[in-house]
């Protein structure tokens, strides 16, 4: 049955007796990464080295009895193991139907990448009371005060909108990401459920994953600014197989960009259009978010996002140039603006 993020929270805290599977899928994959390992936090045992059991899919799709047998095993431990599945798809339905006809055993986690509509696997999650099925979608920065702030709770932190922003815009967006730089924060704090604590702007800055690794940050002011070299140099500095988060970092700024340039073809000055943007502009971007919006024309940021996007479909096709041709587009998109700034 389909579950939303409170019930996978509380699924997380106690399994319950009557459910066999949770399905975590969904374009966000950070996302589905990190509820899964919400729910494997319990299980986990140093002195357990059985607690977690781990399958793919195309494992259980090839056998679907292998499911069926991790799902019923007994640990030596005595205690009950979580199966999870990573990459399950509509291959692995038999494995899925099997394993709810057997007799109730361990949990088992699966997370799945985004499944189309008619998708077998999810028909069958949908009708299925035994198991619990999440969809997760790609965040945007709309999401940002609440996706940070639902994180925050966990951790005694009670952040402005402004840092949210800011930790949403430097993790781009990735859930992980952001509960890393979170515990950070909580130590720097001193904060707990117990004794919460406000988080600020100026919090983040001084070792929040701003300032420790304001890379990102820079990269995409820099693409967006036109600063070419300035592009080269902080591409040349990423490490290998982030392209994805950094594309869709660019395409956030692009579609701030867009929105703020639709108010300034209507009459709004650029000026006035970042300042009233909801949520708001962190403060030391400001002028050069304005000084962005002058320069790009809504037909131009349209171009660019239908680049970022082909750029991203380019890079998950197999035997792609991968960081190559993210590193390409990016730096098209940064001539464009260079070009413009003259």
């Known amino acids: 049955m389909k579950a939303d993020a409170g019930r996978i929270t509380a699924i997380a805290r106690a399994w319950p007796a009557d459910l066999r599977l949770v399905l975590l899928h969904g374009a966000d994959a950070s996302a589905s990464n990190d509820y899964a390992e ?10 357990n080295p059985m ?47 099997a394993l709810l006809a057997s007799p109730a055993g361990n949990p088992v986690v699966a997370v799945a990448g985004t499944l189309k509509k008619g998708s077998k696997l999810l028909a069958l999650a949908d009708n299925a009371p035994a198991i619990a ?6 965040p945007g920065l709309r999401d940002a005060v609440r996706l940070v702030g639902e994180l925050a709770g966990g951790y005694g932190l009670r952040p402005s909108r402004d840092a949210a922003t800011a930790l ?9 990401l952001i509960r890393r730089e979170l515990e950070k924060l909580s ?44 592009a080269v140099a902080l591409l040349s500095r990423l490490p290998a197989n982030v392209r994805i988060p950094v594309l869709r970092a660019v395409a956030r700024r692009f579609n701030l960009l867009l929105g703020l340039r639709t108010a300034v073809d209507n009459g ?8 009233a943007a909801r949520p708001p502009i962190f403060w030391k971007e ?33 035997g792609s140039l991968g960081d190559t041709m993210a590193d390409a587009a990016m730096l098209t998109l940064a001539r464009r603006a260079a070009a413009a700034r003259r």
């Open 38 to 47: 919400q729910i494997a936090r319990p299980f986990a045992d140093p002195s």
């Open 51 to 97: 607690a977690i059991e781990f399958l793919t899919g195309a494992a259980v799709a090839a056998d679907p009895q292998a499911l069926v047998a991790a799902a019923g095993a007994m640990s030596m431990f005595g205690d009950r193991t979580l199966v999870r599945v990573d990459g399950l798809d509509d291959n692995g339905v038999a494995a899925i139907e």
């Open 133 to 138: 099925a999440l969809i997760s979608y790609e």
């Open 168 to 176: 949403f815009e430097a993790s781009a967006g990735d859930r992980s």
């Open 187 to 230: 130590l720097y704090l001193d904060s707990s459920i117990e004794a919460p604590r406000p988080l600020e702007i100026t919090d983040v800055a001084a070792i929040g994953v701003g300032a420790g690794d304001s890379d990102q940050f820079a990269l995409v002011a820099a693409i967006s600014g036109g600063r070419t070299g300035e």
């Open 268 to 275: 709004t000055p650029a000026k006035s259009a970042v300042d």
């Open 286 to 318: 400001k002028d050069a978010v304005a000084a962005e919006v002058s320069r790009w024309t809504s037909a131009a940021l349209a171009r660019g996002l239908s680049d970022l996007l082909a750029a991203e479909r380019a890079i998950k096709s197999s």
